[in-house]
Nanobody
Framework: QVELVESGGGSVQAGGSLRLSCAAS????????MDWYRQAPGKQRELVATIKWGGSTNYVDSVKGRFTISRDNAKNTMYLQMNSLKPEDTAVYYC??????????WGQGTQVTVSS
């Protein structure tokens, strides 16, 4: 079992920055990859960024060059640094982890609101 707790959401004006954190606990040794997803009102949940345990990263095109995913293994924490935020980035952001047995865990979500 893996528990995920997000923090760092909030409200910011367009062009601003936020850093989201996702603290993992429990069977963290079983995690193969971690992702950030987001879901805007009336839209499907969207994969934003991925970091694998080998360190490789991937981003959805709409955030490339603006968002950076990273992790601190000593703290069992993943981050999403979001710069040059746009109103269309407004969503609930979810942390997710996939175990070696392909089970996916979810955090509770944190709201990010970007005003123009």
């Amino acid at each position: 079992q893996v528990e995920l707790v997000e923090s760092g959401g909030g409200s910011v004006q367009a062009g601003g920055s936020l850093r989201l954190s996702c603290a993992a606990s429990g069977s963290v040794f079983s995690i193969n990859r971690m992702d950030w997803y987001r879901q805007a009102p009336g839209k499907q949940r969207e994969l934003v960024a991925t970091i694998k345990w080998g360190g490789s990263t991937n981003y959805v095109d709409s955030v490339k060059g603006r968002f950076t995913i990273s992790r601190d293994n000593a703290k069992n924490t993943m981050y999403l640094q979001m710069n040059s935020l746009k109103p269309e980035d407004t969503a609930v952001y979810y942390c997710s982890a996939v175990s070696s047995s392909a089970f996916r865990y979810w955090g509770q979500g944190t709201q990010v609101t970007v005003s123009s």
